[in-house]
């Protein structure tokens, strides 16, 4: 009895200690070590992924990186961004607010996918950039995008074609810019824009009045179109006048 209560409490203190030495990394993350002293002290220079690592108390300390992909939206609507927050991997901002170069105020909804770069986990580490890595991305994309959305025109913003442009343009200036801090952009996406009310007024109206010439061009074309058919029938009833009278001609001359 006593042999099987001591091999129970060693088998205990065996799990105990494998749990105390060893480190588990979720699928989700990327693991960074630090060798607190020693020959090899600092930063190890590997992103370690999914599976069971060494962990040893007072000598390895373990730090974590989200390996999805992150969101970093810009938008003005409420209840999206409801209960939201910057500590995960999705990051909800107010909209952009922006003035074109034919000096109207724009607010501007905008969503950036971007990661962490493989292999470069440990230089955002390294780097201190583990806890503000998203403040430094959100404030580098703030700047690219301000810069480069002000470039167009109130026009330009109401062409889907010329807002896919920019932000095609405007991804390839942020895939240089984020390379300082080891994430790599995805994708940009230009999702609404809302002028001042002021603007939205004079833009209806603009569009109304495109319209109404619109209309009044076809209108235009049909009255063409109508006194083509008109001189059309004319022509054709005055033909069949003449072969009428020409027949009416025949007959009476038969007939005497």
Sequence with gaps: MKILIGFAILMLLILIGVTLI???????????????????????????STGIVLAIPGYHRWYSLPRQTHFLHFTGETRLRQNRSALGIEDWQPPLDIRTTDNNNVGIDASL?????????????????????????????LDVLRGQLAKLTSEDLQIPANRIQRAKQTLELLKVELTKFHVEPESLLIRAVRFLPEYEQKLQQKQLLRQE????EALTAQAVEDQKVQTQVRKITAEVLAKERGWDLTIQQEKS
Excluded: C, H, M, W
Aim: net charge positive; proline share 7%.
């Design 22 to 48: 060893f480190n588990r990394i979720p699928p989700a993350e990327i693991g960074i070590k630090l060798v607190v002293f020693g020959p090899g002290q600092g930063i190890v220079e590997e992103d370690y």
């Design 213 to 216: 010439s619109k209309l009044e």
């Design 113 to 141: 996918t971007y990661r962490i770069k493989p292999g470069e986990g440990y230089q955002l580490v390294k780097d201190g950039l583990l806890v503000f890595y998203r403040d430094r991305v959100r404030s580098a994309v």
